[in-house]
């Protein structure tokens, strides 16, 4: 019977490189230099590190079109609230990945509220949707992908 997998995953890789390039864009820019500007990985949390809160929110900006521009779902992110003493500010910015129990049940129910002849199954942190034609599986794609969902799907695990 064919399937598919509604999944939530970054990948690492590019997450790595849009960084590398939003720390080279500091380091070119007239407004940071000599600032000790910067942005670190550190798993899927970026910590941005400035002088002061105005420069967290440019880096922020940045942050935002390097990730956009290398595919990364903009939805994903966590935006933490910024702390700041007299000497420097920083800020988290968290990158989520994985569908938790909530948002499961929301797919799971979006797909059967939808009349399509497909079942979704949770499993895990991730959502698997099986039905007897490939044309409702792709009705079913369309539909999650025009869904408003706090999540950025990715569809994988296609088997006919």
Same mark, same amino acid.
């Given at each position: 019977?064919?399937?598919?997998?509604?999944?939530?995953?970054?990948?690492?890789?590019?997450?790595?490189?849009?960084?590398?390039?939003?720390? +080279?864009?500091?380091?070119?820019?007239?407004?940071?230099?000599?600032?000790?500007?910067?942005?670190? =990985?550190?798993?899927? $949390?970026?910590?941005?590190?400035?002088?002061?809160?105005?420069? &967290?929110?440019?880096? &922020?900006?940045?942050?935002? =079109? @390097?990730?956009?521009? +290398?595919?990364?779902? =903009?939805?994903? =992110?966590?935006?933490?609230?910024?702390?700041?003493?007299?000497?420097?500010?920083?800020?988290?910015?968290?990158?989520?990945?994985?569908?938790?129990?909530? $948002?499961? @049940?929301?797919?799971?129910? &979006?797909?059967?509220?939808?009349? !399509?002849?497909?079942?979704?199954? !949770?499993?895990?942190?991730?959502? +698997?949707? $099986?039905?007897?034609? @490939?044309?409702?599986?792709?009705?079913?794609?369309? !539909?999650?992908?025009?869904?408003?969902?706090?999540?950025?799907?990715?569809?994988?695990?296609?088997?006919?």
């Amino acid at each position: 019977m064919p399937s598919f997998d509604a999944v939530s995953e970054l990948n690492s890789h590019e997450v790595t490189n849009a960084i590398d390039q939003a720390n +080279r864009e500091l380091a070119q820019r007239f407004d940071f230099k000599d600032s000790g500007a910067q942005f670190e =990985l550190k798993e899927f $949390t970026v910590t941005l590190k400035a002088q002061v809160d105005f420069q &967290l929110k440019q880096m &922020l900006e940045i942050l935002k =079109l @390097r990730l956009s521009k +290398r595919g990364i779902d =903009l939805v994903c =992110l966590d935006i933490k609230e910024p702390s700041s003493n007299l000497a420097a500010a920083q800020q988290d910015v968290v990158l989520r990945q994985g569908i938790d129990q909530e $948002t499961g @049940r929301k797919i799971s129910r &979006l797909v059967k509220d939808s009349k !399509l002849k497909v079942q979704a199954s !949770l499993q895990g942190d991730k959502v +698997r949707v $099986t039905g007897k034609q @490939r044309d409702e599986l792709q009705s079913a794609m369309a !539909l999650l992908r025009g869904a408003k969902l706090e999540v950025a799907l990715q569809f994988n695990n296609f088997r006919d």
